[in-house]
């Protein structure tokens, strides 16, 4: 089993730029694929982005392509979240997930476990 804390969300302006953090429980860290993930008032929670065991791959929606990073560090169990060049519309509270697969998944269904978020919010 795996818990997660997120951490480093906070308010920024926009054009501005956060580091989300992400520590995990457990000595088999390595064996799950990582993502973010990212819910604002009223919708559905989206996919940001998500990297592989190793951390050989990742994939991006295309909305944050280009400002956000996602990395990982096994021997740390960590995994982060770069965002660069802040708009009002990446304002929600972004979750960090694991799921016990070989591959990266935009879908929140193929995600074992989940933390408990932290919020971001991007003002104009």
């Known amino acids: 089993q795996v818990q997660l804390v997120e951490s480093g969300g906070g308010l920024v302006q926009a054009g501005g730029s956060l580091r989300l953090s992400c520590a995990a429980s457990?000595?088999?860290?390595?064996?799950?694929?990582m993502g973010w993930f990212r819910q604002a008032p009223g919708k559905d929670r989206e996919f940001v982005a998500a990297?592989?065991?190793?951390?050989?791959?990742?994939y991006y929606a295309d909305s944050v392509k280009g400002r956000f990073t996602i990395s990982r560090d096994n021997a740390k169990r960590m995994v982060y979240l770069q965002m660069n060049g802040l708009k009002p519309e990446d304002t929600a509270v972004y979750y960090c997930?694991?799921?016990?697969?070989?591959?990266?998944?935009?879908?929140?269904?193929?995600?074992?476990?989940w933390g408990q978020g932290t919020q971001v919010t991007v003002s104009s």
């Open positions: 457990g000595r088999t860290f390595s064996r799950y694929a």
């Open positions: 997930a694991a799921a016990d697969r070989q591959t990266t998944s935009v879908w929140t269904h193929e995600y074992d476990y």
């Open positions: 990297i592989s065991k190793s951390g050989g791959s990742t």
